[in-house]
């Protein structure tokens, strides 16, 4: 292959990979229907990209070391205090509700497309997986609540390395049958090294690098690359030790990370999150591209009913026996068997199966493939176009992220949060002064009794429905480090703070714009100067725009003694005014000020129908 077409070929990949995810983030559908499309489009139709002639023996290394990365990364959200209560639900699913997938699947595959035994077993062990590349992007757009979202995330990145390994055992047992060899005491020898080497190692592993990050043995611009180069080699020592071991290794791995106490794995999360990103793009493009044209065409109306029974049958008698006897009500318990979208595990495994196997003698083999892809395609296409809808009929689907978390219970805090409260947008006040949380409480404000940046926080506060950051506290270091804390819950662009005392080091206040997020209002909106106004007799109002009353006229009618602070858009939604940005607001839109207090006679034009916030 030429070397100009193999740097178009590989920029290419990353080009349409990022246009996949930005169209999917666009219109609210999972990537992994645009990144299949893309691949589908660039080998079997057009013909344009063959990963084997491009990759060659690197192909498969390649793609396992980059699962790796993502299951790691997955993993590494794991924290077990997310499912308490529902921790049998999980254990449930990843063992009694896999071994019962795989025979419905499997007996399935058998009676509708006569696939042999030995080929129908390693499919349906081959589908059982679902896995984070598609739960992960599928949870963001169905926005789940948090019990039903916690317990597909777990499902989906435990049953990875577990649904891998039952389809290696699967495999091995086939290759062990057919020499005529001991294929049970085989198999379970291998069953029992590989959870052994990948148990162990993982989490020697996952102790040791928690303990070097905890005390600095790693200076911070080494944090992300030797916790990176450590997920290879704990996968690849897994993987020479016992075949097959690597990904339930590095699974441990992250888990173990996730849930020791005083390691700082925000900073690690937010680079691997970004990786995954691009490796799940670039994966799926590469299987997909993969596929032959003759694979494609042999299915048809068996494979179709080989996919009811896989959505209509096995998914839900998994979850009715996994949930039995659980908290969960029958409205979570129905998304949950509605939901189980196949990933980049069984895409990888079958394909490697599939080749190893037809040299084996099987003819079926390459139907492995075709199978696996088309129910990949067909469980993402159905549920990321019904499981929304599903989940506000069913009532579990969190609100739209219209809520306000405000860091500070102060008299400034409590002046904006009873006006946004009032307009209808949900807040929460955090604050450690306890004056501070009573007059908040009296005042009629949810309030959060605590640090917003302690573990009592993260472990106690309930975000679920809120969107937004506004640091609103007297103490400008605290508002620096709750948007560096809410930077990865909320999103950088929904962080806000107060600006910094006009007082301080100018240097040192520069040096700070890029880590407190946006700053809220206009430069000289400090904390003091609010409260100073707040104190001689500002009040915060309320003001509908018209077509004849404009923003402009807003502002010009005060005579510039209005601090702009919020607009609210026809359709009920926030904007914010900021430093570096101003909405466009227009007729039909409200808009929320700070109006200084007038001496004197008070000549000036009240603007129509101004309400006073109280």
């Known amino acids: 292959?030429?070397?100009?077409?193999?740097?178009?070929?590989?920029?290419?990949?990353?080009?349409?990979?990022?246009?996949?995810?930005?169209?999917?983030?666009?219109?609210?559908?999972?990537?992994i229907l645009f990144l299949l499309l893309v691949g589908l489009l660039l080998g079997p139709v057009t013909g344009w990209l063959r990963p084997d002639a491009l990759f060659g023996e690197l192909l498969f290394p390649i793609v396992s070391l980059a699962v790796a990365v993502i299951l790691f990364e997955g993993s590494l959200t794991l924290q077990l205090r997310q499912i308490r209560g529902l921790e049998s639900v999980v254990r449930n699913l990843v063992s009694i509700g896999a071994l019962l997938t795989w025979g419905v699947i499997a007996v399935a595959a058998h009676w509708l497309l006569g696939l042999v035994w030995p080929l129908a077993l390693l499919f349906g062990a081959l589908v059982v997986v679902t896995g984070p590349t598609v739960i992960v992007p599928m949870l963001r757009t169905v926005r789940p609540t948090a019990r039903v979202a916690n317990v597909l995330r777990w499902e989906g990145i435990v049953i990875d390395p577990l649904g891998a390994l039952l389809a290696v055992l699967v495999f091995e047992f086939i290759l062990a049958s057919a020499t005529g060899a001991g294929a049970w005491q085989h198999v379970l020898a291998g069953f029992g090294r590989t959870l052994a080497v990948g148990g162990l190692l993982g989490a020697a592993a996952g102790h040791g690098l928690g303990l070097a990050l905890r005390r600095v043995w790693v200076p911070e611009y080494l944090t992300n690359v030797v916790t990176l180069t450590a997920v290879f080699g704990v996968?690849?020592?897994?993987?020479?030790?016992?075949?097959?071991?690597?990904l339930l290794a590095v699974t441990v791995m992250g888990m173990w990370l996730a849930n020791m106490k005083q390691v700082p794995v925000e900073e690690i999360l937010?680079?691997?999150?970004?990786?995954?990103?691009?490796?799940?793009?670039?994966?799926?493009?590469?299987?997909?591209?993969?596929?032959?044209?003759?694979?494609?065409?042999?299915?048809?109306?068996?494979?179709?009913?080989?996919?009811?029974?896989?959505?209509?049958?096995?998914?839900?008698?998994d979850v009715l026996v996994s949930t039995f006897g659980s908290?969960?009500?029958?409205?979570?318990?129905?998304?949950?068997a509605w939901i189980a979208p196949r990933g980049i595990i069984a895409a990888a495994v079958s394909a490697l199966f599939a080749l190893r196997l037809e040299q084996a003698g099987y003819?079926?083999?390459?139907?492995?493939?075709?199978?696996?892809?088309?129910?990949?395609?067909?469980?993402?296409l159905l549920q990321s176009a019904t499981a929304r809808p599903l989940a506000h009929w069913l009532g579990v689907a969190e609100p739209e992220p219209r809520g306000l978390l405000i860091i500070g219970a102060n008299q400034v805090a409590r002046a904006i949060g009873l006006v946004?409260?009032?307009q209808g947008f949900p807040v929460m006040l955090t604050d450690n002064h306890w004056p501070n949380i009573r007059d908040a409480r009296m005042a009629g404000l949810p309030v959060f009794y605590g640090q917003a940046i302690s573990e009592i926080a993260d472990r106690h506060l309930n975000l679920v429905g809120f969107g937004y950051m506004l640091g609103l506290s007297q103490n400008d270091h605290l508002n620096v480090l709750a948007a560096l804390r809410y930077r990865h819950e909320f999103g950088r662009h929904n962080i806000y703070t107060l600006p910094p005392p006009q007082n301080g080091d100018a240097e040192r206040r520069v040096a700070t714009l890029e880590t407190r997020g946006h700053l809220l209002f206009r430069a000289d909106a400090t904390w003091k100067r609010l409260a100073s106004l707040l104190a001689q007799g500002a009040e915060i109002k309320v003001t509908p725009l018209t077509d004849s009353f404009t923003l402009e006229g807003y502002l010009a009618s005060r005579q510039q003694r209005v601090i702009p602070m919020f607009a609210i858009t026809p359709k009920g939604r926030l904007r914010i005014f900021s430093v570096d940005d101003t909405p466009k607001a227009g007729p039909g839109w409200k808009v929320i000020g700070l109006v200084e207090a007038v001496s004197g006679t008070d000549?000036?034009?009240?603007?129509?129908?101004?309400?006073?916030?109280?």
Do not use: C, Y
Request: glycine fraction near 4%; hydrophobic fraction near 55%.
């Open 235 to 246: 996968f690849t020592a897994a993987n020479l030790v016992q075949a097959e071991s690597g």
């Open 270 to 317: 937010d680079f691997k999150e970004s990786l995954s990103v691009l490796l799940i793009s670039g994966l799926f493009i590469i299987l997909a591209a993969r596929l032959e044209p003759a694979q494609l065409a042999v299915l048809g109306p068996p494979a179709l009913a080989l996919f009811a029974v896989i959505q209509f049958v096995a998914r839900p008698l």
């Open 1 to 31: 292959m030429e070397h100009a077409h193999i740097l178009l070929s590989l920029t290419l990949i990353g080009v349409l990979g990022s246009l996949a995810q930005w169209l999917a983030w666009l219109v609210k559908l999972p990537a």
């Open 327 to 336: 908290s969960l009500n029958w409205r979570e318990r129905a998304l949950l």
């Open 363 to 380: 003819a079926q083999a390459p139907l492995l493939v075709s199978l696996t892809f088309f129910v990949i395609i067909t469980t993402v």
């Open 603 to 614: 000549s000036e034009a009240r603007p129509p129908n101004e309400e006073k916030a109280r």
């Open 420 to 422: 946004l409260q009032e």
